[in-house]
């Protein structure tokens, strides 16, 4: 599902340069819930955004379901970040003036192709994350009116709404307390298991830690405990990541 190879990531400026990855390998195969570890600045953010395709100045071979993301094209660059990823952040990113309905349902906006809904299938489905991430009753509210954790689990439900195989998140309980913390854990380990989601989290949370079924981390440049673990079992034909249908019921077809 996810291979990198090689990986050297520097940061320049006029006054200094520095090499936060040099020569870091990572691989996850599809449905592993891995935690991603490391000392504040050791480059974990780094490696995600260039996982998750919006950084793309970097050397070495990174692979995300089957594609050779450095080959791509920016304008299927643009369509791998909306289909392929969803991304959680630590501060939500929700926009103030719109209803959580309609946050929800943004990623919709950037769908191409196939993938484009009509106006009423957008709505089902948004209806339908909102329920799964137990909002039912908020679609009409505006984020300020919402918990953190209640703005995290809306941020959740937009990550997904393109069923992209692969969810990134960057310390998404960092600004929980540790019961609801543990809430959006729980959700997190069911969308791992219900939808096979291949989950990317950075945390300094060792309760994320426990809940994934691997922990890596970046130290001085590397990634360790970046190769699948032997105990994996070998990937299924394929390891092409399975077509979520959607977590309720599927939408009626027209
Ligand atoms: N745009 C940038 N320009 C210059 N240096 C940067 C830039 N982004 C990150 N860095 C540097 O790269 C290193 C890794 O940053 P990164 O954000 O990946 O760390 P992190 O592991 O996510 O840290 P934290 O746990 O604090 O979020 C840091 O030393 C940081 O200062
Ligand atoms: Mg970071």
């Known amino acids: 599902m996810i291979r990198v190879r090689g990986l050297h990531k520097t940061y320049r400026d006029e006054t200094r340069t520095i090499e936060v990855l040099s020569g870091a390998d990572f691989?996850?195969?599809?449905?592993?819930?891995?935690?991603?570890?490391?000392r504040s600045g050791s480059g974990k953010t780094t490696?995600?955004?260039?996982?998750?395709?919006?950084?793309?100045?970097?050397?070495?071979?990174?692979r995300v379901a089957d594609k050779l993301l450095h080959a791509l094209p920016e304008a299927d660059l643009a369509h791998y970040r909306s289909a392929t990823v969803g991304f959680v952040f630590q501060s939500f990113h929700l926009v103030r003036h719109l209803t959580v309905l309609d946050n929800v349902?943004?990623?919709?906006?950037?769908?191409?192709?196939?993938?484009?809904?009509?106006?009423?299938?957008?709505?089902?489905?948004?209806?339908?994350?909102?329920?799964?991430?137990?909002?039912a009753d908020y679609a009409e509210v505006l984020p300020s009116q919402l918990?953190?954790?209640?703005?995290?689990?809306?941020?959740?439900?937009?990550?997904?709404?393109?069923?992209?195989?692969?969810?990134?998140?960057?310390e998404p309980t960092g600004n929980l307390d540790a019961t609801?913390?543990?809430?959006?854990?729980?959700?997190?380990?069911?969308?791992?298991?219900?939808?096979?989601?291949t989950l990317l989290v950075v945390t300094h949370d060792p309760?994320?830690?426990?809940?994934?079924?691997?922990e890596v981390t970046v130290l001085d440049g590397q990634i360790h405990g970046g190769h699948?673990?032997?105990?994996?079992?070998?990937?299924?034909?394929?390891?092409?990541?399975?077509?979520?249908?959607?977590?309720?019921?599927?939408e009626a077809t027209p």
């Open 147 to 170: 918990s953190g954790g209640q703005k995290q689990r809306v941020a959740i439900a937009r990550a997904l709404f393109n069923r992209p195989p692969i969810l990134v998140c960057d």
């Open 228 to 250: 699948l673990h032997p105990r994996v079992p070998p990937p299924s034909p394929g390891e092409t990541p399975r077509p979520h249908s959607d977590i309720a019921a599927p």
């Open 207 to 214: 309760h994320v830690a426990r809940r994934a079924t691997r």
């Open 27 to 38: 691989e996850a195969k599809a449905g592993e819930f891995i935690a991603i570890r490391g």
């Open 105 to 135: 349902s943004l990623p919709a906006v950037f769908a191409r192709g196939e993938s484009r809904l009509r106006a009423d299938e957008i709505q089902a489905r948004a209806r339908r994350l909102l329920a799964e991430v137990d909002l």
């Open 47 to 62: 490696l995600i955004n260039i996982i998750g395709g919006l950084d793309r100045d970097y050397v070495g071979e990174v």
């Open 180 to 197: 609801t913390a543990e809430e959006i854990l729980e959700l997190f380990a069911r969308l791992n298991t219900k939808l096979g989601t």
